[in-house]
């Protein structure tokens, strides 16, 4: 089962028990090393404060099937946030 299951949508297409206004850390990791786990929607969230940011880090690296590509000491690259909506920006 997701655990997105009866999470509530708002209507700007977020889910509204998980989203939080980003506050982004004044020193951002330029680099996260995959733990026991870890998932990209769970490292998105706990870096940008948006765990639907979970593509870029999978862009970013390459990542193409996250179930199998992503395994305890990978380290993954981490765009800064500014770049991501610098991004999401020039796309709508």
């Not at 870890?38 to 099937?65: F, K, P, Q, S, T």
């Amino acid at each position: 089962m997701s655990r997105l299951t009866r999470t509530p949508i708002l209507k700007d297409g977020s889910f509204g028990l998980w989203e939080r206004p980003p506050k982004f850390r004044e020193f951002l990791p330029e680099k996260w090393i995959v733990r026991e786990g870890d998932m990209l929607d769970l490292i998105a969230y706990e870096v940008y404060g948006r765990h639907d940011w979970w593509w870029v880090i999978a862009v970013a690296n390459g990542i193409m099937n996250p179930l199998r590509e992503l395994r305890p000491g990978k380290e993954l690259l981490l765009p800064s946030p500014f770049e991501i909506l610098a991004v999401l920006r020039n796309e709508r």
